[in-house]
């Protein structure tokens, strides 16, 4: 069994180093010393990927890493990855990254990362943790267990290391805490025996010595089919303004976050966001609808049960389409939303 994960590692290195050239099947075939097809079924039973998936993966992530932190054009960046025109490239960028290949410089949009995969046969048992450690986090001490350091030079352009903690009895101070688009699948983490209420804080080592800290929280979220940990940030953002809105013929007060691009989407142009203040009970019997909105597609805000939101999408034709949504935590995809009101 190891010969043959010694053989799948060879493939995996081969398919790294040409990523931007067609896949030659015979080569891997040879490489492995069995027939594509069965290369082709031990990577689904064991990464849970085909070849074809894993390729098309490992170049989005690369493309997103040329365009986002390389300054890399559309077009060149297309023609890199081996398609023939932007249009076919942009509507896989999209499928991968959930944004337009054009937005990808933005400060905001955030790159998705699909690992270079590594066969090995894993032995029984979890990683213990290393040490224990006081960390503060605003203005709070926490026990801290330190699971050590992953490598990322080997994939990443832009870290060398990142470093693992978990915070012991931190996830009330940060269920509620504002959520963004990147999450972090557990494959990712160190053999832990990670559980639903848990607390992680994770140091980025960058390439140009600076260190990034993250925090993230195991709320049961998956992406992709993998069980993974949502990143959280520790301030949310504040209304840019207080309005009056009326709906259902009574007036509330709104805190007002602002008109956010979401043009990588076919119809739609932007979205506004407001939150209706003191509803009190006014919407506990309003029918809710079958749509949703996950948090993470709302600004960084703290969003606590019984939120009610007012969304205005702006659509590309000039029309604009006003919904509600309120908080009740409900799950979508692994994912905690809002649900639509039908109001």
Request: with cysteine.
């Amino acid at each position: 069994m190891e010969i043959i994960t010694d053989r799948l590692n060879a493939v995996v290195s081969f398919i790294e180093d040409h990523l931007t050239e067609e896949t030659d099947k015979e080569e891997i075939s040879r490489i492995a010393r069995m027939p594509f097809a069965d290369v082709n079924r031990l990577f689904l039973a064991l990464a849970d990927v085909s070849v074809a998936e894993y390729v098309r993966k490992r170049r989005m992530s690369l493309a997103g890493v040329d365009l986002k932190y390389e300054g890399a054009k559309v077009i060149d960046t297309a023609l890199k990855y081996g398609y023939d025109s932007p249009v076919s490239f942009a509507r896989a960028f999209g499928d991968f990254h959930s944004f337009n290949p054009g937005l990808a410089g933005r400060e905001e949009s955030v790159v998705k990362n699909f690992p270079k995969l590594i066969f090995s046969i894993q032995v029984k048992g979890m990683m213990k943790m290393i040490r224990k450690d006081r960390i503060t986090v605003n203005g709070k001490e926490y026990e801290a267990s330190y699971f050590g350091e992953a490598d990322m030079s080997s994939w990443s352009q832009v870290y060398l290391k990142r470093e693992f903690w978990r915070l012991e009895d931190a996830y009330e101070d940060f269920k509620n805490m504002p959520m963004n688009q990147q999450v972090l699948p557990y494959n990712n983490y160190p053999a832990m025996d990670i559980q639903i209420g848990q607390v992680f804080m994770i140091d980025y080592h960058r390439k140009d010595r600076t260190v990034e800290r993250k925090y993230y929280i195991a709320d049961g979220s998956v992406w992709e089919n993998m069980p993974s940990t949502c990143e959280v940030t520790l301030e949310p953002m504040k209304p840019l303004s207080v309005d009056r809105v009326t709906v259902g013929g009574r007036e509330y007060d709104a805190e007002y976050y602002g008109d956010w691009d979401i043009s990588g989407l076919p119809a739609y142009r932007s979205r506004e966001f407001r939150r209706l203040l003191n509803v009190g009970t006014d919407f506990d019997a309003v029918k809710r609808g079958d749509d949703v909105l996950p948090y993470n597609n709302y600004p960084p805000i703290s969003i606590r049960d019984g939120d009610v939101f007012e969304v205005l999408y702006h659509q590309k034709d000039g029309s604009i389409e006003k919904t509600y949504y309120i908080a009740d935590n409900c799950i979508w995809e692994g994912m905690r939303c809002s649900r639509e009101l039908l109001v």
